[in-house]
């Protein structure tokens, strides 16, 4: 009697299993989709709108910052200035919501912070394809980190 599996089934049981996150383990982009997730990851939009703007936040706050890229362009974002130490990367994600885009329509792609400690700085981007210095577009903020003074006890 020949009991093996067909390769198909195992494969298609392999591929599902890849494609499942185990429970509480959500990523950063799941809460902009309105995924429930812990309060902690609830992020501040910031969109290209507000290129040269400065922005304002405290300790503990956290941004999302979604920037247009071009679908199938081979062009894509890339920080190239940042105080890290004060507004810590917390990771990246091209159109997270999966929506289907058509050859040179744009989609979101996402950077992910979290403001650590006090400061004030630019944080700036710019698109550009693989070997190319010149860039296509740039984005940038100016960044101000306030540390919550405590409240006084009267």
Known sequence: MNTMIPTSLI??????????LPQGDRR??????????PKAWRARPITKEKDGETIRLKKGDRIAVMLPLSAG??????ITKNNSSALKPQG????PDRVPVEIGGKEPYYFYFLA??????DLEFRESKPGVSKARDSFSIHVRIDVQKPKKRG
């Open 11 to 20: 494969f298609g049981i392999l591929l599902s299993a890849m494609g499942t």
């Open 28 to 37: 950063p982009e799941d809460e902009l989709r309105g995924d429930p997730k």
């Open 73 to 78: 362009s081979q062009y894509f974002w890339s």
């Open 92 to 95: 990246e994600n091209q159109n």
């Open 116 to 121: 650590d400690k006090a400061g004030e700085f």
